[in-house]
């Protein structure tokens, strides 16, 4: 480890040079991914300093302790020992994370699917209470999000609804919430108290660019069809909204966000692109990860993996079986706690598999 620590420390201090050269500085996109890399590199190399000088501490904490005349220095020395090996335990779990190779796909902004499953009307008013959920957290992270296409439930909620979700490391935060959500709680529309179970699917998509998925345009039906959406007095009277079929795949794409026709187009081909990418990102992952069985990571749209219990205020996630009883703060967007319990636990599973920089 201190051999990868130190090419760190190196390659860190190369950047640091590089990254201030005019050069670089008037390229666009070598100076943005450079500046990426210093980034990155920099807080490993932050927390190696501290790790570096906790080392020599203890080796002088130690030397004291053998070779100090005075008993009463020694017990000191012991004392101070006993006070900094626990935080150079702590301070070894923290590189050991720190050199686990990151997700290339954390950076990038996302496309999120929100859609009802079973349980009727009721399954669409839960798809609306998770995506507001989602607004809230993003207005916590930060991020800016934009509704791309919706189709409303005949009480309320939503049936399916799309967005593009922009900010920094949105599907790094995101990623875990791929999966069935389920709820449990006497409906809206249920008059004799009963309490049901109905569930909606999150799909988090990592935006796709062009040079991830090149898509052939003569392999793409493209229809257009009147906007159901807010957008003033275009709405229903112009044809501006597009609906993307990708004939090889079958995937079919539409987006009646934007007034103009063209707009849409662009946007749904990002939504199409995004889908695309992730149908070949999780092919790759399956070839390369055919022997875990991670339930923290798989990111599959078909796990159950969230109940949400309104009598009990209880919400479970059964991955990693971490129960909380503050449903009312989670559903206004308090979900930072599940997002970093489930980083944490898939982090320690790749550390089991010996996975490092």
């Not at 190196?10 to 008037?26: A, G, K, L, N």
Request: with cysteine; hydrophobic share 30%.
């Amino acid at each position: 480890m201190q051999d990868k620590l130190e090419a760190i420390k190196e390659r860190f201090e190369e950047v640091s040079q590089q990254i201030i050269q005019p050069e670089i500085v008037s390229n666009s996109t070598k100076y943005s991914k450079l500046s990426k890399e210093y980034k990155d590199l920099g807080k490993i190399v932050e927390q190696y300093t501290i790790y570096q000088k906790l080392q020599k501490d203890i080796a002088g904490t130690k030397d004291m302790i053998v070779n100090e005349k005075d008993e009463e220095l020694r017990q000191m020395a012991k004392e101070e020992l006993d006070e900094l090996l626990p935080k150079m335990e702590e301070m070894d779990l923290i590189i050991k994370e720190l050199l686990i190779p990151k997700d290339p796909n954390d950076s990038r902004n996302i496309i999120l699917e929100v859609r009802g499953g079973t349980g009727g009307d009721e399954a669409a008013i839960f798809a609306g209470d998770i995506f507001r959920m989602y607004q809230r957290f993003f207005e916590k992270m930060g991020w800016r999000s934009s509704i791309m296409d919706f189709t409303e439930g005949t009480n309320g909620g939503y049936k399916e609804i799309i967005c593009k979700v922009e900010g920094d490391d949105v599907y790094g935060k995101m990623k875990f919430e791929s999966g069935v959500h389920r709820v449990q709680r006497v409906p809206q529309t249920e008059s004799q108290g009963r309490i049901h179970t109905s569930a909606a699917s999150v799909a988090v998509l990592p935006e796709a660019e062009e040079v991830d998925v090149q898509i052939n345009m003569n392999d793409v039906r493209i229809d257009t069809f009147m906007s159901s959406g807010a957008g003033g007095q275009s709405v229903n009277t112009t044809y501006s909204a597009v609906r993307l079929t990708h004939i090889p795949s079958g995937l079919v794409v539409s987006c009646q966000d934007e007034r103009s026709q063209l707009k849409n187009k662009e946007r749904a081909l990002g939504v199409l692109r995004s889908r695309l990418y992730e149908i070949k990102l999780k092919e790759h992952n399956d070839a390369i990860s055919s022997q875990r069985k991670s339930m923290v990571g798989s990111g599959d749209r078909s796990d159950k993996i969230r109940t949400y219990n309104y009598p009990q205020s209880r919400i479970t996630d059964h991955r990693i079986g971490y129960t909380v009883y503050n449903l009312p703060a989670v559903m206004e967007g308090d979900i930072g706690e599940f997002i970093e319990r489930l980083r944490i636990a898939e982090n320690t599973e790749r550390m089991q598999e010996g996975e490092t920089i």
